[in-house]
């Protein structure tokens, strides 16, 4: 970079160079975004500045370094002169009227000519001081009709890339500048081209991106301040601004935001000479308070517009925002009508179902897109796993779920780079690019999940992102410099494994939805632990009184056998001693069901069980009996599921004990086990040629302690049946039985698809 | 009037039970003739001469005393007592008029509650805990059918 040329040519003007264009600043390697670029004590070169301290009896508070000379003084000389022996009279009369309260910058009517340049006179007034900026008159003309044909042509345009490209146009021809770019930050504050119209022989920066250190944060806010900007000529040398000597040799900050002459940034300036621009003027795009974007205008060659103009292309620009806001407006409150009926739609239906979950799974396409997408899954608190669209595998969904839960994530979880943002060491299949995920209940391990495919995308950059600043120690002083990067060149960084960002409005849409749902099932597992209360209370009686049933029994045969003895009748002896084994094995039994009963209660695993080997192995445990039975089973070949193999195994035995069980008498027992598939459920069923069992009874049996034969009918403890059901809750499957006399019974069990693996 | 129960029946699943009361109805010195149903629905059908009772034909004997279990498989002693009421009432019923069955619940008394709705039933006569012996036989007895000769 070249040293800044010395402004001024007094004594006592401060050697100035662009690392002290700020008192007390130093640029380091780390505080390049802190740059003060609002108090430079320096001017663009291109005019003059007077400030005069109006807070008391006004008084000369600074001035730039050759306005004196222009006038005809030395500056020394003024310091001590009052000003209403040398001022100009078009200025004492600023002064007079300036009054006490601050300003914006206005232009006066009258000009003012110095050393043959005709200057226009620009004011404001802020913390006691009313700022002069002297700016050369120039010869672009903008047409005031221009605000009309911009405002008329917006009105006309109906989507925001013809808005973009058209403003640009309309911008470019009035102004007359080389390039003008509508230019979008985006949600990082990093930027865009969104629109751009240029003379031909440019290369084209549309679509192009830029990191958000080319316009840092303190640029940004001068913008939202200001409205415009310009800059006539890079390479015209600033001129230093010379303080009151009274104030010190330490004077007090200066804040030049509204000045139109402010020194630009000297990283600024050498930016723009690395792209080979001269000259810009920069409006802002500012929309409900917020600086949307910018309109900006490049020259190669240097340009001078006027304030009046600058005015026009201020009042332009906000009819462009004004428009933006319309069109992205009515975009999106359109979208949001549409997608906020479906919602409220899908969850009055959540809502009003008596078994949501399956409501969920029926309207699970809409689930996935209102979110926009492309799958969805819910991890419930029993561990039952709905899922539809591109999910991860289930090993993939439970470990992404306690990594979810590990995090503690109460509030919608977002990223559109799943492989950065979720540990290593997860192992997704198939690949996921992004992810939102929300928690279903405070306590549990409940949650909702959105998953997007990745997609190959090509962001362009101006340049390499990475490199928008070299640093440069210089020799003699240890002094950092940060240099702009000098290369534009289009810079095109690929990006794999991301899905597009996620907008907003999934955003808010999965944020209610989850909100939603977490109510329902808060009110699901409220009912779930009272009915649990109601069943455990109706266990324990039920168990007191079934166990207690064989004890009373047998306490009855001890006073017979005693009876007996005491008479000395010894007949009955051998039959109660039978009853009295018997009641004893019954209790066994009891006891012995009741703890496999009270074992389901256990977590529920989610194993891969291949059905054709689990029902080999209780075909296995029942040999014997069915042997002694001469059972005939069938077996169809059945598919591989996912669920508890060991609570599997328990209902499956019992469903095939029963079966063999429950035949008339003289029959042989002949079950089929099979599979039947109703969209999107299939239905494991155990058919048996037994005993029919009659509709009314069909719900009764699944109840605890409930029989349907007398004890010596068909033995059993009534516990069979419960264990079975106990087991289809836990996978979130249904568990019934048809049957009609003569045909026997069939016991089935329905899951959903998105078991089958 | 009647003057001693001819016809008893038992309604228990249990057989142990059945045993025990069958034994202390034996040893009370009362000459009655006991039928055993071990569920209500085979009550029923023997009371109304269906099911598996349909070949009796329509001379059937009507129990002069119930024994009822609460705790059954498939039709339990309270479901039981509805069909009882429904067929009194209805037409079919009626033919055995007049149906003066003294029904005696038998119950473990586990259940306060099922006492309390033991003591509301129109055809309760009264509540005894299991097992039924020959002391509280006779006292059934003597209290129902004041009139019965003591053998």
């Known amino acids: 970079m070249n040293e800044a040329p010395v402004g001024g040519s007094t004594a006592s003007a401060r050697p100035f160079s662009k690392s002290n264009l700020y008192p007390d600043f130093t640029l380091t390697e780390d505080n390049c975004d802190q740059e003060p670029i609002h108090r430079p004590v320096a001017i663009q070169g291109h005019g003059h500045m007077l400030v005069i301290d109006v807070s008391a009896r006004p008084a000369l508070h600074a001035i730039s370094s050759e306005l004196a000379a222009k006038l005809g003084y030395t500056t020394e000389a003024l310091w001590a002169e009052p000003l209403r022996n040398w001022i100009p009279e078009s200025i004492q009369s600023l002064i007079t009227n300036s009054g006490s309260s601050p300003h914006l910058p206005s232009s006066s009517n009258d000009s003012i000519s110095l050393g043959g340049e005709t200057y226009q006179l620009l004011h404001y007034q802020s913390d006691g001081k009313l700022t002069i900026d002297f700016e050369p008159s120039a010869d672009t003309v903008v047409d005031e009709q221009f605000i009309r044909t911009a405002a008329q042509a917006f009105r006309q345009i109906n989507d925001v890339e013809t808005l973009y490209a058209q403003a640009a146009k309309l911008i470019a021809e009035a102004f007359g500048y080389d390039r003008v770019m509508i230019y979008q930050f985006d949600h990082d504050q990093h930027g865009c081209v969104v629109g751009e119209h240029k003379v031909d022989t440019l290369e084209a920066f549309l679509g192009l991106h830029y990191p958000e250190t080319d316009i840092p944060k303190i640029a940004r806010e001068l913008f939202l301040k200001t409205k415009s900007r310009v800059i006539p000529d890079v390479s015209t040398a600033n001129l230093v601004l010379l303080f009151n000597p009274e104030l010190g040799s330490n004077p007090p900050y200066l804040d030049l935001t509204y000045s139109q002459l402010r020194a630009t940034s000297p990283i600024h300036i050498q930016y723009l000479q690395n792209m080979g621009v001269r000259a810009t003027l920069t409006l802002s795009i500012v929309i409900n308070g917020k600086l949307w974007g910018l309109v900006a205008c490049h020259h190669y060659v240097a340009r001078r517009v006027l304030f009046e103009h600058r005015i026009i292309g201020e009042v332009v620009a906000d009819l462009l925002a004004k428009r933006i806001y319309e069109l992205e407006i009515e975009k999106n409150s359109m979208q949001e009508t549409a997608s906020r009926a479906v919602e409220s739609r899908l969850v009055e239906q959540v809502r009003m179902s008596d078994n949501y979950r399956l409501m969920i799974l029926e309207n699970a396409s809409m689930i996935v897109d209102l979110c926009r997408a492309d799958g969805a899954a819910i991890i419930t608190l029993d561990q039952c796993i709905y899922a539809t669209g591109l999910v991860p595998n289930v090993e993939g969904l439970l470990v992404l779920r306690d990594w979810l839960v590990s995090e503690g994530h109460q509030e919608v979880f977002s990223t559109a780079h799943f492989a950065q943002d979720v540990p290593a060491g997860i192992e997704i299949d198939p690949p996921i690019g992004g992810m939102l995920a929300g928690c279903l209940s405070g306590l549990s391990h409940s949650y909702i999940m959105w998953f997007r495919h990745p997609v190959s995308q090509t962001v362009e950059w101006a340049g390499d992102p990475n490199k928008s600043y070299s640093v440069e120690t210089t020799q003699n002083d240890g002094e950092v410099r940060l240099n702009p990067r000098e290369s534009f060149a289009k810079w095109q960084v690929s990006i794999e494994g991301q899905s597009l960002p996620w907008e907003s409005s999934a955003l808010d849409m999965a944020d209610r939805l989850h909100q939603d749902i977490l109510k329902v099932e808060l009110r699901h597992t409220t009912r779930l632990i009272e009915q649990r209360n109601k069943e455990f209370m109706q266990l324990t009686f039920s168990a007191a009184h079934d166990l207690q049933e064989p004890l009373r029994t047998q306490a009855n045969y001890f006073n017979l056998l005693t009876d007996c003895l005491e008479a000395n009748e010894f007949d009955e002896l051998p039959h109660l001693i039978q009853r009295l084994e018997k009641s004893t094995h019954r209790m066994s039994e009891l006891v012995t069901d009741l703890l496999s009963y009270s074992r389901l209660a256990g977590e529920n695993k989610r194993e891969l069980i291949d059905l054709n080997g689990l029902v080999s192995q209780v075909i296995e445990a029942l040999e014997t009996n069915i042997e002694e039975t001469q059972a005939i089973i069938h077996v169809e070949d059945l598919p591989t599921i996912r669920g508890d193999s060991s609570k599997l195994r328990q209902c499956l035995q019992n469903l095939i004990s029963n079966a063999i069980k429950y035949v008339a008498p003289g029959d042989d027992p002949e079950i089929s086990i099979y599979i039947e598939r109703d969209d999107p459920f299939f239905t494991l069923n155990v058919k048996d040629n037994g005993i029919a069992i009659d509709a009314e009874y069909h719900a009764k049996i699944f109840t605890m302690f409930q029989r349907l034969h007398a004890r010596d009918e068909y033995q059993g403890t009534g516990i069979g049946l419960a264990i079975c059901a106990k087991v289809a809750e836990s996978m979130g499957a249904e568990i019934g039985v048809t049957s009609a006399s003569g045909e026997g019974s069939t016991f089935w069990l329905r899951l959903h698809n998105s078991q089958i693996i | ?151």
């Open chain 2, 1 to 151: 009037m009647i003057t001693k129960p001819e016809l008893i029946l038992l309604i228990d699943d249990s057989d142990d039970d059945n045993y025990f009361h069958q034994r202390a109805i034996v040893r009370s010195g009362y000459d009655c003739k006991i039928d055993v149903c071990t569920s209500g629905d085979v009550a029923m059908d023997y009371l109304s001469n269906q099911g598996e009772y349909e070949s009796r034909g329509t001379e059937y004997p009507v129990p002069d005393l119930i024994f009822l279990d609460i705790n059954m498989p498939r039709v339990n002693g309270w479901e039981f007592l509805e069909r009882y009421a429904q067929w009194v009432e209805s037409p079919d019923g009626n033919r055995a008029e007049p149906v003066s069955v003294i029904i005696v619940m038998l119950s473990t008394s586990l259940n306060p509650d099922d006492k309390e709705r033991a003591s509301e039933s129109r055809f309760i006569k009264d509540y005894l805990a299991k097992p039924l012996t020959s002391e509280t036989f006779i006292e059934v007895v003597n209290a129902y059918f004041p009139h019965a000769i003591d053998k």
